[in-house]
């Protein structure tokens, strides 16, 4: 069996900053890993290079066995390699709504339809309501992003990555900003999306950490510190000390 | 154009929730309403002032073209200085075409909307990869190369004299243009509603949404697996075929095709008439068009050396005052006359 996402030797400076270096990792499908380290460990920039966001220095990504290296960001998407944004990154005069109906939209490859009528393209109310359902933001529907509570504006951000129907699923930090009470229902859909699918999620949240994964990898430093199953990861001494012990000081 | 509500983005909810604007494009273009009342003011106005139907005319069509420029700018966030490359090339290819071949009124117009939007779609996959300054200037070169183009060719333009002799047999082989200009204006206003009727389509459909989107943030939308650089080259293409129609049109009420329909004071006074009146509504293309000809033709009449201060000094005004031009504020005192518990986007459905 061919790994869904294989990351090999991923190494990324900016000028003299080594800010990934040699990077390699694997996600199966079914997976569930977390990715976490310290402030500045260089993990959005592992996620913006798996997305090709940006370039990378040396190294190779496949997708499903095919090399996607030097395939833009959307080309990627289109392969089912979707993340969602550390910082929500939305299109601030949309409505809730408007949003996933692009966001499913775009996924079928209809958006090129100029005179159709988006309250009429067949299936879409419906797919677009089941996904507010999931995050309960059907009673903001129809409010624009802009004056949506910020903890929204990230259950948002995740409705928008599960329309995409991706086949690996990258996760930047989805809980931060979210109010715990909220942090349940990522968990939740998170919970119930395909069991086949490939999901990374980096979160500081331990609890969540814990709930969700069932592989961690540890970055310390633009390095791969070390993996493991959660109690392997808590056991061992080099990550008390760089990352529990670095949070540990910053309190 | 940056809304307040785009401003605050992230941080706290609350503050950005007393800013919530009217979100969605079925209320920017006034809804159903919109529309009907363009169609109906313009007839009224042709009861009551038959001696400007020439006047008219020319809003009706310029209305057309400045809708072309809000379809780019205000729905595709594309700034351009050069949208008379397509109006222009519109018009001389009807123009063309009636003097040689056919001057039937809708094969003028289809040939018109045809020329711009091949140009629209050619240049575009050219230039607009850039962004800001860079495709500012780019689309001010694209302008000024067509308008030489046009110089050159004098044996079908008629260079810098003109071209006239364009004579439209009559709309549907019944109506006649008369002197009056009676056919000419009807006409026009048909083209602009049917124009505006379409227009919405297009910003309501997928497309248009996805347009909205990469006006806003084309990162994302390479995010959710979009190529934005083809939605803006498609927009603009469709942008093509309203203003070369547009200029069509007024190859057809007038006449003749100058060079000046291609140049850069059009493309420019096109902004100009489009901020007056605000841009991402269609319907404040058609009422800064009526504004800015409608002042400047008094003006001109009684002030004919100052005009252009006063447009100034107005244009100073709306912007300082009503940013969203002439247009948000009619929105501001419909949403005064409803009362004063809407405005967040919550209540339509
Ligand atoms: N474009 C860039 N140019 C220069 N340095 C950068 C750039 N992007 C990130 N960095 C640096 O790379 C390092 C890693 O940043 P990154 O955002 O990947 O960390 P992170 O692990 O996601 O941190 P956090 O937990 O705070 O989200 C930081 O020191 C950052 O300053
Ligand atoms: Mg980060």
Known sequence: MTALLEVEGLSKNFGGLQVSSDISMMLNAGDRCALIGPNGAGKTTFVNLVTGVIPPSAGTIRLDGRDVTTLSAAERVRLGLIRSFQVARLFKSMTVREHLELAVLQRDRRTFRLFANVAKVAGLADEVAGLLDSMGLTPVAHTAVGSLAYGQQRLLEIALALAMKPKVLILDEPAAGVPHSESQRILDAIDRLPKDLAVLMIEHDMDLVFRFARTIVVLAQGRLLCSGTAKEIVADPRVREVYLGSRADAH | ?349
């Open chain 2, 1 to 349: 154009m940056t809304s307040v509500a785009e401003r605050d983005g992230k941080g706290d909810g609350k503050a950005g929730r007393m800013t919530g604007r009217t979100p969605l494009a079925a209320r920017r273009d006034l809804g159903w309403i919109g529309i009907p009342l363009v169609a109906a003011v313009g007839l009224a106005a042709f009861w009551l002032l038959p001696d400007d139907l020439a006047l008219l005319t020319r809003i009706a069509a310029s209305a057309l073209f400045v809708l072309s420029l809000d379809l780019v700018l205000g729905y595709g966030g594309i700034a351009t200085l050069g949208q008379a490359a397509m109006f222009g090339t519109g018009a001389y290819a009807a123009g063309i075409v009636a003097v040689n071949w056919n001057n039937d009124p809708f094969i003028m117009l289809a040939a018109g909307g045809l020329a711009g939007g091949l140009i629209a779609l050619t240049t575009g996959a050219l230039i607009l990869h850039a962004r800001g300054l860079t495709l500012l200037m780019l689309t001010i070169a694209v302008g000024q190369i067509v308008q030489e183009v046009a110089n050159k060719a004098r044996d079908w333009t008629g260079g810098s004299d003109g071209l006239s002799g364009i004579d439209p047999a009559p709309v549907l082989g019944m109506f006649r243009f008369d002197m009056y200009g009676r056919t000419s204006y009807l006409f026009a206003l048909a083209v602009l509603v049917v124009g505006l009727l379409v227009a919405r389509r297009i910003v309501r459909s997928p497309f248009g949404l996805a347009c909205r989107g990469v006006s806003e943030d084309p990162l994302r939308i390479s995010a959710i697996g979009g190529s934005p650089k083809s939605y803006l080259v498609v927009l603009y293409g469709v942008a093509g075929v309203f203003a070369g129609m547009a200029g069509a049109l007024t190859a057809v009420t007038s006449g003749i095709v100058g060079l000046d329909s291609a140049g850069f004071p059009w493309s420019a006074e096109a902004l100009v008439m489009l901020v007056l009146g605000g841009t991402g509504r269609l319907y404040g293309a058609v009422i800064g068009t009526a504004a800015f000809m409608g002042i400047h033709h008094i003006l001109a009449a009684s002030d004919p050396f100052h005009w252009m201060g006063f447009i100034g000094l107005f244009l100073i005004g709306i912007v300082l005052f009503l940013p969203g031009g002439i247009a948000s504020g009619v929105e501001r005192l419909g949403g005064l006359l409803r009362g004063p518990s809407q405005n967040n986007g919550e209540d339509r459905a």
